[in-house]
């Protein structure tokens, strides 16, 4: 190890620096030419030779990062690391521009589904109703559909499109979804990766989250029509913030983590497990700096029961409503369903 150390003393650390961006350049030129020059990318990527390729170009990436990491441990410099901090979060900017807006998305859009193409399955048809008080889902993704696509999402017949199927024309208001979802979630990634490079005072986080997209470890319903990929988004936003508050103490966060999980929660009512973590992370700040946390810890309180619980009454006052009127069905011929 002390050899090591004394051949990487005698290498300048600058070499380190510029090789790693060059390589996470080459990495998205790599992802990016080919959908941009080729009709039909899919078989270009199928080739063995160049999943090789792929594999070596990692293998270089993260052994240049590595010995970055190394020379920069070894020079104690802050100057170096500041300029090596900046270096590789502006190839990673570079990097995270040429697959969104050329490639058209990184997570393997190449090879898997083009930017101009989305997937429906039979729940899709309640996602992109708005939401009301008979809707079946909660509100949050319904919302987002309607946002995202302008309000025309909900005059698409979904039962009328072959399901699990590429669809690229004639569902414009479904690609407006399909897309602005796996824009949050590359950016998600993105806002990941940059505080943990911040925080952690190192430059490993990049490679990793690159590594996450180029393989394709994200949900593989991020093309669906479906509330996975925004809940994944939330969840990566929301590790980002707690990661934050547990290095910085930054009070603030709290609430703003509050409100994350209510929206994780008003997505996809799985992620209830957020709130048991939340809870955790408020306790050892109630523990840590009570004086000073109590009302953050308040406002962060009010927000989960007010949006969660709030909407939880709000569900049984709708569930209890509908058992009501199936009661009085029989007293009255003049009932209709559309009451609920």
Same mark, same amino acid.
């Not at 020379?71 to 990673?92: A, E």
């Given at each position: 190890m002390q050899k090591l150390f004394k051949l990487l003393s005698r290498i300048p650390s600058r070499l380190f620096q510029i090789l790693g961006p060059v390589l996470i350049l080459s990495l998205a030129l790599f992802r990016t030419l080919p959908a941009l020059l080729l009709d039909n990318p899919a078989q270009f990527f199928n080739k063995p030779g160049l999943k090789i390729a792929q594999y070596t170009l990692w293998v270089l990436i993260i052994l240049v990062c590595l010995l970055c990491e190394l *020379?920069?441990? #070894? *020079?104690? !410099?802050?100057?170096?690391? #500041? $300029?090596? $901090? !900046?270096?590789?979060?502006? @190839?990673?900017l570079v990097a995270y521009i040429l697959m969104v807006f050329f490639a058209h998305g990184w997570v393997n859009e190449v090879t898997t589904s083009s930017w101009n193409t989305c997937y429906v399955e039979p729940d899709t048809k309640s996602y992109i109703? =708005?939401?009301? #008080?008979?809707?079946? $889902? @909660? =509100?949050?993704? =319904?919302?987002? *559909?309607q946002v995202a696509s302008s309000g025309a999402a909900a005059s698409i017949r979904v039962n009328d499109l072959p399901f699990n199927q590429p669809l690229t024309s004639g569902v414009l208001p479904l690609l407006q979804i399909v897309q602005s979802q796996k824009l949050i979630l590359l950016t998600s990634a993105l806002v990941l990766a940059m505080t943990m490079v911040y925080l952690l005072h190192s430059i490993l986080p990049i =490679?990793?989250?690159?590594?996450?997209?180029?393989?394709?470890?994200? @949900? @593989?319903?991020k093309a669906y029509v479906l509330?996975?990929?925004?809940?994944?988004a939330l969840l990566i936003l929301l590790a980002a913030c707690l990661l934050a508050y547990l290095y910085k103490a930054w009070r603030w966060l709290l609430p703003f983590s509050a409100l994350l999980v209510a929206m994780l929660i008003l997505t996809r009512p799985s992620n209830a497990y957020g709130l048991i973590l939340f809870a955790a992370i408020l306790l050892w700040a109630l523990l840590k700096d009570f004086k000073r946390s109590r009302f953050y810890i308040l406002a962060s309180i009010l927000i989960s029961a007010v949006l969660v619980f709030g909407y939880i009454c709000a569900s049984q006052k709708r569930f209890l409503l509908g058992q009501i009127c199936q009661n009085r069905v029989p007293e009255s011929k003049s009932f209709s369903g559309d009451f609920i």
């Open positions: *020379s920069l441990h #070894i *020079s104690q !410099n802050p100057k170096d690391w #500041i $300029r090596c $901090r !900046n270096f590789h979060l502006g @190839t990673l109703l =708005p939401y009301n #008080i008979k809707s079946v $889902r @909660t =509100p949050l993704y =319904p919302l987002f *559909s =490679p990793l989250v690159l590594l996450f997209l180029d393989f394709d470890f994200f @949900t @593989t319903y509330s996975e990929a925004l809940a994944q």
